[in-house]
C-alpha cells in the first residue's frame, strides 16, 4: 500500500550543528590524511571555524559529560558508526560523571 505517512523527528539545533561540525571536520582530517585537496566549496560554521597560517581551518568538536548522551543517540540513529563508538568509549571513561547529569536514557537502543 502507497499510504502517506508523516514523520516527525525533533531536532536539537545546538546538537545538530555539533553533528555537522564534527562531520566536516572528519571529512578535512581524512582529506589531510589522504593528501588530497579540499572540493571547491567549503561549509563552515562559526563555532568550528579557526586558522592556522592563514588557511581557514575546522576544529573538531569536543564530547562534554553534558551533550554524551545526545550526541551518541543522534549518531546512532544517523547511523555515524565512528561517532558512536567515540560516544561509546567517551561514556565508559566518564561514567560516573555523566550518571549525575539529568538525561532521559530511555531511548538509547541496545
Avoid at 1 to 7: A, L
Avoid at 21 to 32: A, V
Avoid at 71 to 88: N, P, Y
Wanted: proline share 1%; hydrophobic share 45%.
Amino acid at each position: 500500500r502507497q499510504d502517506e505517512i508523516d514523520i516527525s523527528i525533533h531536532c536539537d539545533a545546538v546538537i545538530f550543528e555539533w553533528l555537522l561540525n564534527y562531520i566536516f571536520s572528519m571529512e578535512e582530517y581524512e582529506k589531510k590524511q589522504n593528501g588530497k585537496l579540499g572540493s571547491g566549496w567549503q561549509l563552515t560554521f562559526k563555532n568550528a571555524m579557526g586558522m592556522l597560517n592563514g588557511n581557514l581551518i575546522l576544529q573538531c568538536p569536543k564530547l562534554d559529560v553534558k551533550n554524551a548522551v545526545t550526541i551518541l543517540i543522534s549518531a546512532d540513529f544517523l547511523k555515524i558508526d565512528r561517532l558512536v563508538k567515540e560516544c561509546l568509549d567517551f561514556f565508559v571513561e566518564h561514567i560516573e560523571e555523566i550518571s549525575k547529569v539529568q538525561v532521559d536514557m530511555g531511548c538509547i537502543n541496545s
